[in-house]
């Protein structure tokens, strides 16, 4: 089952002056304030409990006065984006689809670590935090700044759909794997995972994650595709698990197959599909 946010008309409750909803933006609103940042509404139920009279019903939408919205603006800031996703009982709630995808069977693009754009080459002449054009030497994510995790303005799926959105965590990505069912389907003609909760009364609750024809020659020269699919976690590879991935030339994220998800660390340069996830 899948929620969406779906939220509804806020008045001038809460000493909130609204500005006129865009023409350009129907279904939205936009409310500014000097008593909040907008840093309180962090999920829907943190709408809910600032905004009195305000209800959430069981599909996750908020009602105020009966009347919808689907996006919401606090001081010229977009929250809550009109994206679907599945609460699966876990740490987060998982996107219904890739970014840049429509649909759940849909690869959308294909973004090498760290960048926020497509490209047709995802060398290392191309990566954007190469030295030189070649790995070993980073001008971000490197042993000179100790970052461990992207941060946002380098996370696509902050960039991409704004608000809470971001790339999930390696932790995250391995509670996935753990939490949750993993059945080999088919969805329109294409072959993944569908990944059920095995959490207590989120059973009947699912993502679908596609095959990709993730930017590996080696790997497209074996035929791995289409039964191959990579996605990237936030998280560098270094001082964690295994010592030839210590050198920050790698990100972890899932390789899966038709056998099983992999928890699998690849070079950075390489394009993969981004899940994004809301906290």
């Excluded at 008045?11 to 008593?35: E, G, R």
């Excluded at 991409?160 to 790339?167: D, H, I, L, P, S």
């Amino acid at each position: 089952m899948r929620n969406s946010f779906r939220l509804l008309a806020l008045t001038s409750l809460m000493m909130l002056v609204c500005v006129p909803m865009s023409a350009q933006l129907p279904d939205s609103v936009f409310f500014n304030s000097a008593k909040f940042d907008g840093n309180e509404f962090k999920t829907a139920e943190d709408l809910v409990r600032k905004m009195p009279g305000a209800e959430m019903k069981d599909d996750g939408s908020i009602m105020i006065n009966g009347k919808s919205i689907t996006n919401i603006f606090v001081n010229g800031k977009q929250y809550f984006p009109e994206h679907e996703y599945v609460d699966l009982g876990l740490s987060v709630k998982w996107a219904s689809c890739n970014i840049g995808a429509a649909n759940p069977e849909e690869v959308g693009g294909l973004f090498a670590w760290g960048e926020t754009e497509t490209k047709s080459d995802y060398s290392y002449s191309t990566y954007k935090f190469s030295v030189n054009g070649s790995k070993g030497s980073y001008t971000k994510y490197s042993n000179n700044d100790n970052k461990s995790v992207l941060e946002l303005d380098d996370d696509v799926a902050h960039v991409k759909w704004g608000g809470n959105w971001r790339m999930p965590t390696w932790e995250e990505m391995d509670e996935l794997r753990k939490e949750c069912t993993w059945t080999w389907t088919e969805v329109n003609g294409i072959d993944g995972f569908r990944v059920t909760s095995k959490k207590a009364g989120y059973e009947d609750r699912s993502i679908f994650l596609p095959v990709n024809k993730y930017s590996d020659a080696a790997a497209l020269a074996e035929g791995m595709y289409p039964s191959y699919g990579a996605y990237w976690s936030s998280t560098i590879c270094h001082d964690q698990l295994m010592i030839m991935m210590a050198d920050r030339d790698h990100a972890w994220g899932y390789l899966f197959c038709r056998d099983a998800p992999l928890g699998n660390g690849s070079y950075r340069n390489e394009g993969r599909s981004i899940r994004p996830v809301f906290p």
